[in-house]
């Protein structure tokens, strides 16, 4: 019996530069995605962040499961502080986090990335 249409959670199996980001999302790997975005070793993930709140969404937690040494957080079109919690908590797992606007950290990351640097992104979507 068919099932129809199944839904599953945003994820990209693998590395790739961001080549596009704005109107709400981003462009990869010659696919594009609404909404934040996690850039990781293990693949490239949807994420429930927003401008309003750049720091939520358990999805989050996949960084400190990774083998990062840099995670950059792009903010939304401004840079916002980390929360002393987590800023915390990635100075325990060894993690530089670099907080920074949405399209400083795509470049940033883009350069590392092409580096072959141990660097992951969160990427809060912007307009």
């Known amino acids: ?21 704005g109107n709400g ?3 990869f790997a010659s696919m594009s995605h609404r909404g934040s975005i996690l850039c990781l070793p293990s693949g490239i993930y949807g994420w ?3 401008i309003g709140e750049p720091f939520s969404g358990e999805r989050l937690d996949m960084v400190f499961e990774e083998e ?18 987590l ?21 940033t990351f883009n350069v590392m990335l092409s580096e072959g640097r141990p660097v ?4 809060v979507a912007v307009d």
């Not at 792009?74 to 502080?81: A, E, F, Q, V």
């Open 1 to 21: 019996m068919p099932k129809g249409i199944e839904i599953r959670e945003a994820h990209f199996p693998g590395r790739a530069p961001i080549e596009a980001y």
């Open 25 to 27: 999302g981003f462009r």
């Open 48 to 50: 429930s962040a927003s």
């Open 68 to 85: 990062i040494k840099f995670l950059l957080f792009g903010t939304g079109p401004d840079i916002r502080r980390l929360p002393a919690g």
């Open 87 to 107: 800023r915390e908590r990635m100075k325990r797992a060894g993690i530089s986090c670099d907080p920074m606007s949405t399209g400083a950290a795509v470049r």
């Open 120 to 123: 992951g992104a969160a990427l």
